[in-house]
């Protein structure tokens, strides 16, 4: 399949473009983020600092030390042992994908019953990004599951901040137009530039930053393509295997040359999804215990 | 054969293979029935999982064979690119080998 190089957007379109970053911009209608977050970042900064502290610092906040030793438990980055105070999930994870873990519960927390699937594909692609970075050697491991974990922020932003938007595109979606070109219609971007976009409003590393933004578009990544591609590749593993629900029925369109860039073969294709399936197994029971405390949650007043 | 996290755990049910804690000791042998003590141990030394003989609980999203198998050639409908169609044989074959592993240990 070649992909249709769009057209210079239509003034209209550009006109949305630059509301939809305005509004990113000031983060509108977006949870903002916890104080603690920027406390932490100055915290970090300061090299007189230890670990030691900052696992203190966090400890105070009871929501978000349950929010992070309930992720770090999660089976998608697969510790042997269950992680059970703020040091140890610091250790394991560092500090970078702690901060990431702390900010993104926050956003993955406006989303409904009825979304769930998105956060379960999301978690899903971080479990089979780790593997996938493993496989090939590629450093830091972890931080690529979290990159895996945001790959669709942008959808979770759009659901949450542009509901009349999103309404439109899935109107668009349904009448057969495929969902990437659906955003950009409607938007005149797509979920992948609005998660890297944030991202970067975020000062969270390049190397994320550039994984997401070009998960669909991995023509166009230059430092991080290995990372984008293993996004790219996670992504149509876990739509294969049925894991979780996005706006695609099927399969997401899908770029052989990212076997290229990784340097991957069937044969390994093959033992990544072997790994994945106990991964997939485990998660399960983490997804469902996160549905039924959302469906009892809405139903209270 | 079932893996269950530590909350599923009942006393009475069998272990199917050894339990091991995160350096490798076995705590707990093949065959052996739980007691309470046990699974209470299990979580004060950070077991996440525990593979236990039979399926004693009956897990409401979990497919048959039949229904993985129709949802995977739903999923792959109207594909006919060669690298994708690979993918879904890895797949086809990674399920008859679950299910074939599920019914032969149980």
Redesign the interface.
């Given at each position: 399949?070649k992909n249709i190089k769009q057209a210079s957007l239509d003034p209209d379109l550009s006109e949305k473009r630059k509301e939809v970053k305005k509004k990113l911009k000031k983060l509108e209608g977006l949870p903002s983020l916890p104080p603690i977050i920027q406390r932490l970042n100055q915290m970090i900064e300061d090299e007189r600092t230890s670990l030691h502290q900052i696992a203190e610092l966090i400890e105070k906040d009871q929501v978000i030390t349950t929010k992070i030793l309930r992720l770090a438990?999660s089976?998608f980055y697969g510790f042997?042992?269950?992680v059970?105070t703020v040091q140890q999930a610091m250790m394991l994870l560092g500090l970078n994908v702690l901060k990431i873990l702390i900010m993104t519960s926050s956003i993955f927390e406006f989303i409904h019953k009825e979304d769930i699937g998105l956060w379960e594909h999301s978690i899903g692609v971080a479990a089979c990004s780790k593997i996938i970075a493993e496989k090939i050697g590629l450093g830091d491991a972890q931080e690529i599951a979290t990159a895996g974990l945001l790959h669709d922020l942008g959808r979770v932003v759009i659901r949450v901040i542009f509901k009349e938007d999103q309404q439109k595109i899935s109107d668009l979606i349904s009448q057969g137009v495929d969902p990437l070109s659906a955003e950009k219609k409607i938007l005149g971007i797509d979920h992948a530039e609005i998660g890297a976009f944030l991202m970067a409003q975020w000062n969270l590393p390049e190397r994320l930053i550039e994984a997401v933004a070009f998960h669909h578009n991995l023509e166009n990544s230059k430092k991080f393509r290995k990372e984008a591609s293993i996004l790219h590749l996670a992504d149509?593993?876990v739509?294969?295997?049925?894991y979780g629900k996005t706006p695609y029925?099927?399969?997401p369109p899908?770029e052989?040359r990212a076997?290229k860039y990784l340097g991957l073969g069937?044969g390994e294709?093959?033992e990544i999804?072997?790994n994945l399936?106990?991964r997939l197994?485990?998660l399960?029971?983490f997804t469902?215990e996160l549905k039924k405390e959302i469906s009892t949650e809405n139903r209270e007043p | 054969m079932q893996?269950l996290?530590l909350s599923?755990l009942k006393p009475g049910m069998k272990t199917y293979e050894e339990v091991y804690?995160?350096q490798g000791r076995v705590l707990c042998g093949k065959g052996v029935e739980l007691t309470e003590e046990m699974i209470k141990r299990f979580y004060e030394l950070?077991?996440?999982?525990v593979t236990v003989e039979g399926t004693p609980v009956k897990?409401p999203?979990e497919k048959s064979l039949e229904e993985e198998l129709s949802?995977?050639e739903?999923?792959?409908?109207?594909?006919n690119?060669e690298?994708?169609l690979?993918?879904?044989e890895?797949?086809k074959?990674?399920l008859y080998e679950?299910y074939q592993a599920s019914l032969s240990r149980s």
């Open positions: 399949m438990n089976a042997p042992r269950k059970s149509l593993l739509h294969a295997r049925g029925e099927g399969l899908f052989v076997l069937w294709i093959k999804l072997f399936e106990p197994y485990e399960k029971f469902e | 893996r996290p599923y804690d995160a950070g077991v996440s999982y897990l999203w949802e995977l739903k999923r792959f409908e109207g594909v690119d690298n994708l690979q993918i879904k890895i797949l074959e990674l679950k």
